[in-house]
């Protein structure tokens, strides 16, 4: 495991999860833009929990795939499946025309969800480990 590369995922994911919030103060919000940063950030999340446990991630951006594989190290992930269900969509079609609709109660859910996944016990746990 390298320490300085978990680190480097989860200041990542950070900048993305700040990114919209920042994007959702805008006087124009871009529903699809924040939603996708939200995923762009579980993404990140979870592969920085995958590294830390000497995991090298798949080059993918299906956070149900990914969340399987931490679920795989800990069950305590089943517990963000419906999480991980309603981000994925927002994973990479969305930057695509007329893939889905997004709503502002989409954007505030997708914001929550992140930052669960940001507080999620052993996602947490890796910024005090390290």
């Given at each position: ?10 200041a ?21 833009v ?72 989409d ?24």
């Open positions: 495991m390298n320490n300085e590369e978990v680190m480097e995922w989860l990542i994911a950070d900048s993305d999860l700040d990114s919209a919030k920042i994007l959702n103060e805008a006087v124009r919000r871009h529903f699809e924040i939603c996708y940063h939200c995923a762009q950030a579980a993404e990140k999340y979870l592969k920085a929990f995958l590294i830390y446990h000497d995991i090298l991630p798949e080059k993918t951006h299906d956070l149900i795939k990914i969340n399987k594989y931490c679920a795989g190290i800990d069950n305590a992930f089943q517990s963000l499946k419906t999480i991980c269900d309603f981000l994925n969509r927002f994973a990479n079609d969305i930057r695509y025309p007329n893939k889905y609709e997004v709503t502002d109660s954007v505030n859910f997708a914001i929550d969800a992140v930052e669960k996944i940001r507080n999620f016990k052993p996602v947490a746990d890796l910024r005090n480990i390290l």
